[in-house]
């Protein structure tokens, strides 16, 4: 059996399949598989028995629910006035220099993904960017370097 199909299954079971479990749903799919295709969004309209379109508009809502395949490290740069006041957008710059791709791309070796979003809650230790789930905050350019050269050792 479809693997895709058994995981939508299984989180239906766990979270049922009224409306307000649809969120769960999206969010273990996304959890397991990086990101929510729109053949899982089929098989949880399906399995949930809502619209496509009700799948698909909760699943792209959120900054945060990739619907797309991205890097094994999605670098989510905070784009607050918080953010943009301490100096955001050279830490952009350098970013974008130190992994070789453009706001919104994957490198290569789909390693890295580079993308803004909205506030993170970091304000106060501004700018601030998150790499999957770790928080780094009060960011200088030097700091960026170190920080994205500890990651690309890893594996």
């Not at 307000?20 to 098989?43: C, R, T």
């Not at 799948?55 to 809502?61: L, N, P």
């Not at 993308?115 to 790499?131: Q, S, V, Y």
């Amino acid at each position: 059996m479809d693997v895709i199909k058994e995981k939508v299954k299984a989180l239906v079971q766990k979270h049922g399949k009224t409306r307000e479990n649809l969120l769960p749903v999206l969010q273990g799919i996304a959890e397991s598989e990086q990101y929510v295709s729109e053949y899982a969004m089929k098989l949880i309209a399906e399995e949930m028995e809502l619209s496509s379109a009700d799948v698909y508009g909760t699943a792209t809502f959120y900054s945060f629910m990739d619907t797309t395949p991205k890097g094994k490290y999605v670098i989510r740069v905070c784009r607050t006035i918080s953010c943009y006041m301490k100096g955001k957008n050279q830490i952009l710059l350098a970013l974008e220099e130190a992994l070789k791709i453009k706001m919104g791309e994957t490198t290569p070796d789909k390693k890295f993904t580079l993308m803004e979003t909205n506030c993170i809650g970091w304000c106060h230790k501004a700018p601030a960017m998150l790499i999957n789930d770790d928080v780094h905050t009060e960011l200088t350019v030097e700091k960026v370097h170190k920080i994205i050269t500890e990651y690309k050792q890893q594996d």
